[in-house]
C-alpha cells in the first residue's frame, strides 16, 4: 500500500502501442500515459507503471498512433448540402449555400451537427473550426456531447439584402456571438471565435466591432479571406487596397486572426501574414477550383498553416483526402516547374494538419499536435491489420499515400476515448443514421438525383 500511495494517478494508459513521435518517426511498443486531458509521459510499460497508476487502460498493440486530425475550416450548416454543390455553375455561394442557410431551423442544425460529428470522429479528426451559420447553439450542444474538440462561430455579415431570415444589423450580429460565447466558450473542449463570414458581407463597423470583441474576450477572429477575385476586386475598386491590407489598415490583423483560404495573395499581403502572426487554412478540395495557394513561401515565412476540408458540401469531411489533393497540387503546381518532387514533403502536410491546426485552435505551437508530454491528448489510433500498412517502408509517407478514413480504428480527445474498434461511444450513430434518411426521405422531392 505504502508503494502505491508514492505513485501519480493518471487517468488512461495506452499499452503497447506504435506511434508517431514529434518528428513522425515511428516508435514501436510504447505506451501512452494520459492524464487531465494531456499527454503525461511515454515510455515501457514497465517504467510507467513503476511511478504510476491509471483509472483506464486500453489495448493500443492493433494500432498506430498518430495526433488527432484538425479540420481548420468546416461548415456544419451546410451538411444536408452534400452531393448539391459539385459541378454546380458559380456562384455557388450566392445561389445555392446562402439560399439553403437561410432555411436552416433548429431541429436542421442539430441533425446536421450530429451528421458531421460522427463522420469527423470517424474520419480521424479530433478537432474543428467551424466557420460561422445559424443557430450553433444547437450545433454546439451536439459538439459539447460528441466530445470532440472545436470553435464554433455565429455567421456575422450585415450586408443589405439578405434574405429576411438571416438579416441583421451589426449589433444585432455581434450580440449573437456574445451570447454563444457565453454559453459554450470554455464548455467542455468547445470555444467561441468571432467572425467576419463573408468579407465584403460586411461593413468596416461590423469589422472594427468583431475584432474589437474578440480581442476583449480573449479569442480568435476568422474570416473567408482572399478566395474569389472578385472579392479582391471589390477592396481594390472601393479602397485601393487588397482584403489583407485593408483589414491591416485598421488594425485588424494579428496572431489571434484566422484567414480562411487565403488564396489569391499579393507579395504584400504575403509579407503582412508574416509579419503580423496571422495564421492561415487552406481547403484542398474545395480550392482546385479557384487557385492553389503558395504555401510553400508561406512555411518558409514561419505563418501557422492549417488544412479544412470547408464542410461536407464541398467533398466530405476526411482530412486523409484533403492530404492527398493537397500534396498533388502542390507537385503540380510548385514542385514540377522546379523539378522538386518534395516541395511539399510528407511529413510538412501531416504536420499541417495536426500541430497546425492545433495552432489555429488555440493550442501551444510547441507541444500540441505531437504525442509529447504535455501536449494535448487528442490522439487517433491507425489499424495495423490493414493491408495497407501491412508493409510501410517510411511510415509518414504511407500515412499520406494509403492511409484513408475508414483505417482509423480509435479515436481519443482529450484524454476521453471517443471511438474504440470502430464504435463510436459519445453518440448514437444508428440513431442518427436513421434520422439522417429520414430527412432525406421526406426532402426527396427537392433535391436532385
Known amino acids: 500500500m505504502e508503494e502505491r500511495t508514492n505513485k501519480k494517478e493518471a487517468d488512461l494508459l495506452i499499452r503497447g502501442s506504435d506511434y508517431l513521435d514529434e518528428d513522425f518517426e515511428l516508435r514501436k511498443g510504447e ?20 511511478a ?25 450548416g451546410q451538411q444536408l448540402l452534400r452531393g448539391q454543390v459539385l459541378d454546380a455553375m458559380p456562384m455557388i455561394w450566392t445561389r445555392i449555400m446562402l439560399p439553403y442557410e437561410s432555411t436552416l431551423t433548429p431541429e436542421k442544425m ?35 456531447e460528441s466530445g470532440l474538440r472545436g470553435a464554433l462561430s455565429f455567421s456575422t455579415m450585415d450586408q443589405k439584402g439578405l434574405p429576411d431570415s438571416i438579416a441583421m444589423d451589426g449589433e444585432t450580429a455581434i450580440r449573437r456571438t456574445d451570447e454563444l460565447y457565453k454559453a459554450f466558450h470554455g464548455k467542455g473542449n ?22 474589437a470583441r474578440a480581442r476583449e474576450q480573449g479569442t480568435m477572429l476568422q474570416a473567408h479571406m482572399n478566395e474569389y477575385p472578385g472579392e479582391i476586386n471589390y477592396y481594390m475598386e472601393r479602397k485601393q487596397m487588397r482584403p489583407y491590407e485593408y483589414l491591416d489598415s485598421l488594425g485588424v490583423l494579428g496572431p489571434d486572426f484566422l484567414g480562411a ?28 477550383g479557384k487557385a492553389a495557394p503558395r504555401t510553400p513561401e508561406l512555411i518558409s515565412r514561419g505563418i501557422t498553416v492549417g488544412l479544412g476540408t470547408d464542410g461536407a458540401a464541398h467533398g466530405g ?14 507537385n503540380l503546381t510548385w514542385g514540377v516547374p522546379l523539378a522538386e ?39 487517433i489510433g491507425l489499424d495495423k491489420r490493414r493491408i ?43 440513431a442518427i443514421y436513421r434520422e439522417a434518411v429520414a430527412y432525406r426521405d421526406e426532402n426527396a422531392g427537392n433535391h436532385a438525383n
Open 110 to 144: 442539430r441533425l446536421s451537427a450530429r451528421m458531421a460529428a460522427v463522420e469527423m470522429i470517424h474520419a480521424g479528426t479530433t478537432g474543428f473550426i467551424d466557420a460561422g451559420s445559424y443557430f450553433m447553439e444547437e450545433a454546439a450542444a451536439v459538439y459539447e
Open 261 to 288: 483560404h487565403s488564396l489569391l495573395l499579393s507579395e504584400r499581403e504575403t509579407a503582412l501574414l508574416g509579419e503580423r502572426g496571422v495564421k492561415v487554412c487552406h481547403c484542398p478540395f474545395s480550392n482546385c
Open 31 to 50: 505506451s501512452i500515459l494520459i492524464r487531465d486531458g494531456r499527454i503525461e509521459a511515454t515510455g515501457p510499460l514497465k517504467e510507467l507503471a513503476g
Open 190 to 211: 468547445l470555444k467561441v471565435y468571432y467572425s467576419l463570414r463573408s468579407l465584403i458581407s460586411c461593413s468596416e463597423e461590423l469589422i472594427r466591432m468583431a475584432a
Open 388 to 430: 495497407c500498412m501491412a508493409v510501410y517502408g517510411h511510415m509518414a509517407n504511407t500515412v499520406l499515400e494509403s492511409v484513408n478514413a475508414g483505417d482509423v480504428r480509435d479515436s481519443i480527445c482529450g484524454g476521453r476515448i471517443l471511438m474504440k474498434d470502430y464504435e463510436i461511444r459519445t453518440l448514437d450513430e444508428d
Open 317 to 330: 469531411l476526411s482530412l486523409f483526402n484533403e492530404m492527398k489533393i493537397f500534396r498533388s497540387v502542390m
Open 52 to 76: 504510476y497508476t491509471w483509472k483506464e487502460e486500453t489495448d493500443g498493440s492493433g494500432c498506430v498512433y498518430m495526433p488527432g486530425l484538425v479540420d481548420s475550416h468546416m461548415h456544419t
Open 341 to 379: 518532387p518534395a516541395v511539399m514533403p510528407a511529413k510538412t502536410i501531416l504536420a499541417m494538419a495536426t500541430r497546425g491546426g492545433q495552432a489555429c485552435l488555440g493550442g501551444d505551437p510547441d507541444r500540441d499536435g505531437r504525442i509529447v508530454p504535455g501536449a494535448r491528448a487528442d490522439l
